[in-house]
């Protein structure tokens, strides 16, 4: 059974608000072998996974850890839905800053991954997302810990130890980025075109009329924080 079994049907028990012992009776088990279930004790049957997968409305692959997605789907490419897709940012939030952010940073990510697609570079594109999605997972993390009720296993890193593994992804990631764009990784593929990434403030306004104020903007914002620090 996979290692992530015994988290998962304990989160989502915990997420229908059942106690162990009501989710054992409805599970037709006794609520001992549920907890020997929940604790990696022992390993339960097919009857027993496409119950819990019933009862809590998931899919058997997504108990077995082959699918994130409840409902078992894996993503391709063409899938994945566009950052807006769900309808204008004022759905999301009803204050402000948070849309004026996404916007500086989503924009930015524009411009990035385009230079990144001239690149032509695996290894460069595979570190630096590396390096933002884990920065996007600690920050989700440091939001979902800000109520209590939230349920810590819904990850499999405890919380004590998650920042500082974050932090040691985010600094390999960025190390091997630089040494990629360098030339300096035995393993990375060279970059293709490096006229491809040469920047002006002009190039990039004339490329990326839609997004260059945005990368510029927080440019600034980044570099007024890093000022501050070291004042």
Known sequence: MNADFPRLITLLRKECGYSQKQAAQKLGISQALLSHYEKGIRECGLNFLVSAADLYGVSCDYLLGRSPDRNGSTLAVEDIPEPDAAGRDTRFSKSIF????????????????????????????????????????RMFRIVFSANPKNHNAMFSVPSSVSAGYCDSVMSIAAQKAYAAAHGELPEADEIG??????????????RYPLFATSLLNLIQNTENNIHTLVK
């Open 98 to 137: 948070p849309i004026l952010n996404k916007k500086l940073i989503a924009n930015s990510l524009n411009i990035l991954f385009d230079l990144l697609g001239k690149c032509e570079s695996k290894t460069l594109v595979t570190e630096v997302s590396t390096y933002l999605m884990a920065a996007v997972y």
């Open 193 to 206: 075109n490096p006229d491809e990434l040469l920047i002006t403030t002009e190039s990039l306004s004339s």
